[in-house]
């Protein structure tokens, strides 16, 4: 049983990194807050567990159906994209000011992932069959390695996003002011063109 639970959390290693790795608001948002502080991938992880860990327990109790009905995702996609090209254009304003000056997202970072998760559709959908499908299997295990399922997963988060504002924070000194420009600029895009995606997803 021992070596049966070590291969379903390398399962989880390979399902959580391939979800974690596309790129996507939470992406975006990570870049632009790493160009400030090395450390607000662990933050922007830390507000997702905000969501998901919650998550996790309310599939495991039966109520992974709920995340996909056309009225949850209609109200989720439309919030949630409004709130996304919010912070977009939020971003793409703060960019008038002069190189230098604070660029940026306006929330924090823990609030930045909990936005990001919790306006995101397609992360409750995800969570609703593939994440179902996982948290099943670890509850054949007993209720430790639901435990383990979620540190795992979030541990995935943590290190990938961690990486990211690290590697943009240990390499800014790299970005002129037009790279800079456009790095922040491809980040505000994405998070608009998400919002608009989404509620236009929700809207039809």
């Known amino acids: 049983m021992t070596a049966n639970l070590g ?8 399902i959580s990194l391939s979800g974690v790795m596309m790129p996507g608001p939470l992406t975006a948002a990570t870049i632009a807050k790493g ?7 662990a933050q922007i992880a830390v507000g997702h ?3 998901e860990l919650p998550l996790i327990a309310l599939i495991y109790l039966g109520f992974a159906h709920y995340f996909i009905f056309p ?6 996609g439309l919030v949630g994209g ?13 960019m008038r000011k002069a190189v230098g000056e604070k660029v940026d997202l306006p929330y924090n970072s823990v609030t930045t992932g909990i936005i990001m998760t919790g ?11 593939i994440g179902a499908a996982l948290v099943v299997n670890a509850s054949n295990f007993g209720i430790l390695s639901l435990v383990l399922l979620g540190l795992v997963h979030w541990v995935c988060d943590l290190g990938w996003y961690q990486f990211i504002s690290v590697s943009v924070f240990k390499s800014r000194h790299l970005w002129t002011s ?9 980040c505000a895009l994405v ?3 998400f919002g608009v995606w989404f509620c236009v997803s929700a809207l039809s």
């Open 191 to 193: 998070l608009v063109g």
């Open 82 to 94: 409004l709130m996304l090209i919010f912070m977009g254009v939020g971003l793409l304003w703060t």
């Open 49 to 51: 567990a905000v969501i």
């Open 71 to 76: 009225e949850v995702k209609r109200v989720v």
């Open 7 to 14: 291969l379903f959390l390398l399962s989880v290693v390979g």
């Open 178 to 186: 037009k790279v800079q420009r456009i790095v922040f600029g491809i």
């Open 35 to 41: 160009y400030r502080d090395k450390n607000a991938g």
């Open 119 to 129: 306006a995101n559709p397609y992360f409750f959908l995800w969570w609703a069959t």
